[in-house]
Structure formats: structure tokens, C-alpha cells
């Protein structure tokens, strides 16, 4: 599956962006979809995921109340709202495909990376 990953930007403490994940051509309910991020220096870090099927999210605890995943099946989107953006929340996202599946490893599908930068 290919990804188009968007909505990156730079925004201050406290702000919000909101991260697309395009997977056009496919039934997202047949796809778990998620988010890795990657700070410099940093492991990877799983972020957020919407499981196939009924669409079970998952978020890191770094994220939760924070971030909010979801899943639009008529423009085979997947979103990330993520509000009260901190300057730890800075690093490049990836959106990650994993078809039938409750969880998201990235198994058959990475989009390319969109950078996240918050200033303090």
C-alpha cells in the first residue's frame, strides 16, 4: 500500500496540527493505520494506531489526551489531531500500514516522513 503522509508544520507550545495519512485506492477497514515518530538522537516511537476493522485506537502514553486518531473510509484518510503540542512531540512523523490487523508496525506499508517542530 502507499502512503501519502501531510500537514506537518512548525507551530509554538501549545498549538495543534493535524497529520493526514492518504492511502488512496484501498478500504482503510481492511488496514490498521498508525503513526511512528522519530526524534533526532531518539528511538522510534509508536504514537498512535487505528486497528482494521471496527477501528480500536491505541495511543503512547507520551500522547494520550492529547492525540486523536481517526478514519475517514470515503477518502481512505487517516488523521492525526494532535493538540497542546509540546516541544518533546517534535520529530518526524511516519504513517505505517499493516494489512487485517489490530496493531500497526509498519508491516506493509511507510509513507514518507513529515516533520513536526514545536518551540517553546
Known amino acids: 500500500v502507499q502512503l501519502q503522509a501531510s500537514g506537518g508544520g512548525s507551530v509554538q507550545a501549545g498549538g495543534s496540527l493535524r497529520l493526514s495519512c492518504a492511502a488512496s485506492g484501498h478500504t482503510l477497514d481492511n488496514w490498521a493505520i498508525g503513526w511512528f515518530r522519530q526524534a533526532p538522537g531518539k528511538d522510534r516511537e509508536g504514537v498512535s494506531c487505528?486497528?482494521?476493522?471496527?477501528?480500536?485506537?491505541y495511543y503512547s502514553d507520551s500522547v494520550k489526551g492529547r492525540f486523536t486518531i481517526s478514519r475517514d473510509n470515503d477518502k481512505a484518510t487517516v488523521y492525526l489531531q494532535m493538540n497542546d503540542l509540546k516541544p518533546e512531540d517534535t520529530a518526524v512523523y511516519y504513517c505505517?500500514?499493516?494489512?487485517?490487523?489490530?496493531?500497526?508496525?509498519?508491516?506493509?506499508?511507510w509513507g514518507q516522513g513529515t516533520q513536526v517542530t514545536v518551540s517553546s
Open positions: 505505517v500500514a499493516d494489512r487485517l490487523s489490530a496493531f500497526c508496525s509498519g508491516h506493509d506499508g
Open positions: 487505528i486497528s482494521s476493522g471496527r477501528g480500536d485506537t
